[in-house]
């Protein structure tokens, strides 16, 4: 979980192969409304983000053997939405505003993913803090994408949950 940039799905593709677990992009479980208002520059609401995180669960909780699935997930109560069927791992990738931009403004370069930098602000002014809730990981994203997915995969092995977004 984490603002836009933070490598949600990057980390995410590498983490389920090395863990052997499907992967699922959240992005993808947008209704078109969400995706076009995010393309607008405009922030999506908790009534927008419901019926998303609620489909989100349906497939967090499918496969019996886990699942890694990037998610945004920015306040407590999307999180509570996430573990209202069992117990997940949340893996917060943490980063400055000044990483982010930076990623993001790589990104707008090299794809045509529909978040604008712009909601970077809005993202981060929503953001609550996951510390301290239980099965939470925080790990800081200014180091090597090998460098988390490594680190990840050794704590999560060591994990009894199944399921992480």
Same mark, same amino acid.
């Given at each position: 979980?984490?603002? *836009?940039? *933070? ?7 590498? +983490?389920?192969?090395? $863990? ?7 992005? &993808?479980? !947008?209704?078109?409304? #969400? ?8 922030? +999506? #609401? &908790?009534? &927008? ?9 349906? @497939? +967090? !909780? ?8 990037? *998610?945004?997930? $920015? ?5 509570? /939405? ?9 893996? !917060? ?16 370069? @090299? ?12 993202? +981060? ?7 301290? @809730?239980? !099965?939470?990981?925080? /790990? ?9 997915? &490594? ?9 009894? /949950?199944?399921?992480?977004?």
């Amino acid at each position: 979980m984490g603002v *836009c940039g *933070c490598g949600k799905s990057t980390i995410g593709v590498q +983490l389920a192969q090395k $863990l052997g677990l499907p992967f699922y992009d959240g992005d &993808d479980f !947008h209704p078109a409304a #969400n995706i076009e208002k995010m393309k607008s520059g405009t922030p +999506l #609401n &908790d009534q &927008d983000r419901k019926p998303w995180l609620e489909r989100i669960v349906r @497939e +967090l !909780h499918e496969p019996e053997h886990g699942v890694i699935i990037a *998610c945004s997930a $920015l306040k407590l109560s999307y999180r509570e /939405i996430l573990r209202s069927r069992g117990p997940i791992t949340i893996i !917060h990738l943490h980063g400055t505003k000044e990483v982010l931009t930076q990623r993001l403004n790589h990104r707008a370069q @090299e794809s045509d993913h529909f978040m604008p930098s712009q909601l970077l602000t809005s993202q +981060l002014e929503t953001l609550q803090d996951p510390s301290g @809730e239980i !099965h939470t990981i925080t /790990i800081n994203i200014d180091q090597s994408i090998d460098s988390i997915v &490594d680190s990840l995969h050794k704590e999560l092995t060591q994990s009894s /949950i199944s399921s992480f977004t």
